[in-house]
């Protein structure tokens, strides 16, 4: 890593380039790191306050992996029974696991261990409320659009496997209510048809709650799972600066640009700043707000239940669909299929499965092959917006349902008033969240429409010289037109005159014939409200002036 210009001491001689100097040419010579450095730290990066909710995951996830490696040299994840007799006098003499005793002295006796608990506890909670919060910016803005899709698949991915360590971390304490929300799984897994007694004594050891399912929540919460979920994040940056940031329109923005500020130093300089900005946030919410409190709550027993039993908040949803589901089974042969639990089990993952494979069904309907890097405002996509806030509308309506003994006891209402009101809400719920959306997306759109042909509103009234009274517009530069007016509208997919030349009626694919539906559904007549034409804003704007 040479510069070119050779050095000389005061006497003249060639000067020694210094150690470390050697040492990046020894490196460099062997990794390519200058190489690599000089493509990639000058890389840039556009500016928006949405692009944080990424950074937010990002490092939460890196609080958790600091926090977690804390944590680890303390519990001890064994069913082991013991009895307690430590320093929280009201549990000495009850018969616990050692994984709930370590769990109570990393609380009670390690020092800053409550403080690193509460950290990662909250750090988890954020780290999935960011992931969904980011997953959402990308789909209302359609940043998942080619080239991207491969991306998107590793964010859905490490959602789903944020969910799943998240389950099996806040189980490991074998408090009452940990050890209520695996009886809820379990009797989840026993619903399964045929092969459900088998998957609940291969993942328990035997009959629940078991000796072995703590040490294997252990491994799979601390080694399997952050270790893939770390490779992914690792590849899902590598491919953001492979093709590069999203960016929304504006003025010098195209698709084969980026304007922003270059990796090095700004953005990392903001990034580093971001990141104890983060971690001093989690830490004061974790000193302020207790979460989690096991020595209230006790050790687990199989013949108890806790009161107010809640998963955290990402799983509320699966939760929900259970509580609200009619208890509806059917016996045959001996056996009873417990539909009640079956079917919400199964559509849980069905409509996660459907969030994944999105991106590849838009592309299809709209039979689109380009690449994309100017994102979408949410208000010129809104059948997908309107999907999207469907969706979410439906996950809080479970959200509700998932905790409707606590919404009943908290303001002194029937719990089976709340979960009737939750099964309407299922149905009606994201159909009129929907249309409320779509019709806001619309009305959106035609203020920009008349924004961008008469100008900004001033509050001036002006006089006609025939008496009228109108309000003078500002006419908008040319930058604002461009912000409001670059975007594409799509063209639904046609199939053609049904009959040929010759009167023959045509044959069609199912999947040709379902494509156009879907595209005259998401682009077709009365979708988005046509973009203002060069013509109509030079016939507007070439008259008396007040417009």
């Given amino acids: 890593m040479s510069s070119g210009i050779e050095r000389t001491r005061h006497d003249g001689r060639p000067a020694q380039p210094g150690k470390g100097e050697r040492v990046a040419d020894w490196a460099d ?3 390519g790191i200058h190489t690599l450095a000089k493509s990639q730290l ?17 490092y939460s996830f890196l609080i958790l992996i600091l926090t977690g490696v804390y944590l680890t040299l303390f519990f ?7 009895v307690y007799d430590g320093v929280y006098t009201p549990l000495n003499g009850i018969r616990m696991t050692r994984a709930f005793e370590s769990t109570v002295d990393i609380s009670m006796e390690v020092r800053g261990g409550l403080l690193i608990r509460q950290i990662h506890h909250w750090a988890a909670l954020i780290f999935v409320a960011g992931m969904l919060a980011h997953m959402m910016r990308v789909f209302f803005t359609g940043a998942f659009r080619r080239p991207r899709e491969i991306n998107w698949l590793f964010g859905w991915t490490l959602l789903m496997l944020g969910i799943i360590t998240g389950l099996t971390g806040y189980s490991l304490p074998d408090d009452l209510l940990s050890g209520t929300g695996l009886r809820f799984a379990q009797g989840a897994i026993l619903s399964v048809p045929v092969v459900g007694t088998y998957l609940s004594f291969f993942l328990f050891g035997g009959e629940f709650p078991g000796d072995d399912i703590i040490p294997r929540l252990f491994s799979v919460h601390v080694l399997l799972l952050p270790g893939i979920m770390l490779g992914l994040v690792v590849a899902h940056l590598i491919l953001v600066f492979y093709h590069k940031h999203t960016q929304f329109a504006g003025p010098g923005r195209t698709e084969k640009n980026v304007v922003g500020a270059p990796f090095m130093p700004i953005y990392i300089a903001k990034a580093g700043g971001f990141f104890f900005l983060v971690f001093g946030v989690v830490a004061i919410v974790a000193g302020l707000f207790q979460i989690n409190p096991v020595w209230l709550l ?7 239940v806790s009161t107010g039993a809640q998963p955290d908040w990402y799983l509320g949803f699966s939760e929900g669909l259970i509580r609200v ?11 009873t299929l417990q539909l009640g639990v079956f079917i919400p089990f199964s559509l849980f993952p069905l409509v996660m499965m459907a969030i994944a494979v999105y991106p590849f069904i838009e592309a299809w309907v709209a039979g689109d092959k380009r690449e ?8 010129n996509a809104p059948v997908r917006t309107s999907l999207g806030v469907a969706w979410l509308t439906l996950y809080f309506v479970l959200l509700i349902g998932g905790g409707n003994d606590i919404v009943a006891t908290r303001f002194q209402l029937s719990i089976n008033a709340i979960t009737w009101l939750v099964r309407i809400g299922v149905f009606v719920g994201p159909v009129l969240a929907f249309i409320v959306t779509r019709r806001i997306c619309l009305g959106l759109q035609r203020r920009d429409r008349d924004k961008a042909l008469h100008g900004r509103e001033s509050g001036i009234i002006k006089r006609l010289p025939h008496g009228e009274y109108v309000e003078v517009h500002e006419p908008l530069s040319q930058a604002q037109l461009h912000t409001l007016t670059a975007y594409e509208q799509p063209a639904p997919f046609e199939l053609g005159p049904r009959v040929d030349a010759n009167g023959v009626k045509r044959k069609f694919k199912r999947s040709e014939l379902l494509r156009a539906r879907l595209a005259r559904a998401m682009y077709g007549p009365g979708s988005h409200v046509p973009k203002p034409t060069v013509e109509e804003y ?9 417009h």
Wanted: glycine share 12%.
């Fill in 325 to 335: 589901m009619p208890a509806w089974e059917i016996s045959a042969w001996g056996h």
């Fill in 29 to 31: 010579g062997r990794l």
């Fill in 538 to 546: 030079r016939a507007i704007n070439s008259g008396d002036g007040h």
């Fill in 298 to 304: 006790g050790p687990y027993r199989p013949d108890l």
């Fill in 42 to 58: 000058r890389k840039i990066f556009p500016d928006h306050w949405s692009f944080m909710f990424g950074e937010i995951c990002l």
């Fill in 372 to 379: 994309h890097h100017i994102a979408q405002r949410p208000r």
């Fill in 76 to 82: 001890e994840p064994s069913g082991m029974e013991v």
